[in-house]
């Protein structure tokens, strides 16, 4: 029985020894909430994918690019109302303020999923990685939605812009 104890003791100090050498990932002070997309019809190649971008970090971060095995091609791009004649153009990138947030939505700032490998088709989901300029890589489960879904219950709260600009 001391034997056990001794090897029990040995064991629990080598691990308090290694965890104290242990050094942790930082956090990404960038938080992703609610990726959802529309269901897309066979005989349409594009779609777009919708979240909340939330930076709880001291510094300005932007989301500069996007990628999926979903699309072919992705982009950033805003969709906005140019005397009653609605437009999209790509943007370089969305700026998401500190403790503030960036709501990416229909008619809005979107993820742009061009070139579709195959349908978006309603409880399916996939992959998204989203590239920051100082968060880095963040990889979501986008949620794909019915065809006319205007967004997930989380992503649309009454949540403002959040000071979104493209430079």
Do not use: C
Not at 31 to 37: G, H, K, L, N, Q
Not at 42 to 54: D, F, I, P, R
Not at 70 to 98: C, Q, S, W, Y
Not at 142 to 166: L, P
């Amino acid at each position: 029985m001391k034997a056990l104890t001794i090897v029990v003791s040995l064991a629990l100090s080598l691990a308090s020894a290694a965890t104290a050498h242990a050094q942790a990932a930082p956090l990404s002070t960038i938080e992703i909430m609610a990726p959802w997309a529309r269901a897309t019809p066979a005989s349409v190649e594009t779609g777009a994918a919708y979240m909340t971008l939330v930076n709880k970090g001291a510094t300005t971060d932007r989301l500069v690019s996007a990628s999926t095995p979903v699309a072919g091609m992705t982009g950033l791009h805003k969709t906005f109302n140019d005397n009653g004649v609605m437009k999209m153009l790509p943007v370089d990138g969305i700026e998401v303020r500190p403790g503030s947030q960036a709501v990416l939505k229909p008619g809005g700032y979107h993820v742009m999923l061009m070139k579709l490998a195959h349908p978006l088709e309603v409880g399916q989901s996939f992959p998204l990685t989203l590239t920051f300029e100082k968060a880095g890589a963040i990889t979501v489960s986008v949620k794909v939605q019915k065809a006319g879904a205007m967004g997930s219950d989380m992503g649309n709260m009454g949540h403002d812009m959040g000071g979104m600009k493209t430079e």
